[in-house]
């Protein structure tokens, strides 16, 4: 049994319309993309529907800083099935200030491969 989805590209500004076939059951699989202006369309459908991955953005504490908390950032994007176990793991990171844009704050948390990285500098009060 097929299944037909719409999705709007996200890849470049194109925002291609691509109309994608799937192949029903738990497991999805492609079975053809149009609508694409380029490969790399048909490539993020592929991984949309085969194996969906978000970045995560949110915010961790930091003592001793100007600011309570400094926003963080995954570098590589995580399966949607493990996005709620990296976001509890981050809520137990307490940083110390300063802490400087970039800083990696979490190598493989909750055990997803992944970095995180602070977004936003904070410095030290006083």
Do not use: F
Not at 29 to 57: F, H, M, Y
Request: contains cysteine.
């Amino acid at each position: 049994m097929s299944e037909r989805r719409e999705y709007t590209c996200i890849v470049c500004p194109n925002g291609c319309p691509l109309q994608v076939e799937t192949s029903g059951g738990e497991k999805a699989k492609l079975v053809s993309v149009t609508g694409n202006l380029c490969p790399r369309g048909a490539r993020w459908a592929k991984q949309e529907v085969e194996d969906p991955r978000r970045t995560i953005a949110t915010n961790v504490l930091v003592e001793g800083g100007t600011l309570p908390v400094a926003s963080v950032r995954t570098l590589d994007a995580v399966p949607l099935k493990d996005i709620m176990a990296v976001r509890e793991s981050l809520r137990g990171i307490v940083l110390h200030a300063p802490v400087r844009a970039g800083d990696i704050v979490a190598d493989h948390p909750a055990g997803v491969p992944c970095r995180v990285a602070v977004t936003r500098h904070v410095p030290r009060k006083g």
